[in-house]
């Protein structure tokens, strides 16, 4: 559940940055993006309701899985 929670937000910030560089004309685009984001949303919430937590030692492991998961997606944007 940590592991999802962390990368969820990763991914929440990234779907949030595409639709802000999507233009006026892209809108279909637009709103499936925002839709994959609410999906996002959702399993974030099932992880934080099942336990996922970032006290103590897992503030580490928070930003571990984080920058993780950041590099995957700027590897992914240059393939």
Do not use: W
């Not at 910030?13 to 999507?22: M, W």
């Not at 492991?61 to 240059?78: M, T």
């Amino acid at each position: 559940m940590l592991c999802t929670a962390f990368i969820e937000e990763v991914i929440d910030e990234h779907y949030q940055n595409q639709i802000n560089q999507l233009m006026p004309d892209e809108n279909i685009l637009k709103e499936k993006i925002k839709k994959f984001r609410e999906d996002e949303f959702h399993y974030k919430d099932i992880a934080y309701e099942n336990r996922a937590t970032k006290k103590d030692v897992y503030i580490l492991l928070d930003k571990i899985i984080k920058l993780g998961s950041i590099i995957a997606i700027n590897i992914s944007k240059k393939i």
